[in-house]
């Protein structure tokens, strides 16, 4: 069975830092694209960034600069240091993991409020 389970999500003062956590099993991990979307409170999913199997990264343009994604294929572990943090920044956040199917988290809740 597979399971991506996101943690670090909470409330933070604009300017500050999380960093997220997704720890997955039940694939292959090193072989898979991994990624992080989020889904801001009335829009739409949107991509923030992916690592592919090599280290690789992509980040959409609103996090570039901000956004560090990483992972640990020993620890099966993809993470996102988020610093700088803004109020649109406020989302659910959601890990994937990806290769011919694409398999998600149940997402961690990121808040950016003073």
């Known amino acids: 069975q597979v399971q991506l389970v996101e943690s670090g999500g909470g409330l933070v003062q604009p300017g500050g830092s999380l960093r997220l956590s997704c720890a997955v099993s039940g694939i292959a991990f090193s072989t898979y694209l991994m990624g992080w979307y989020r889904q801001p409170p009335g829009k739409q999913r949107e991509l923030v960034a992916t690592v592919t199997s090599d280290g690789s990264t992509n980040y959409a343009d609103s996090v570039k600069g901000r956004f560090t994604i990483s992972r640990d294929n020993a620890k099966n572990t993809v993470y996102l240091q988020m610093n700088s943090l803004e109020p649109g920044d406020t989302a659910v956040y959601y890990c994937?993991?990806?290769?011919?199917?694409?398999?998600w988290g149940k997402g961690t809740l990121v808040t950016v409020s003073s």
């Open positions: 994937t993991a990806q290769r011919l199917s694409i398999y």
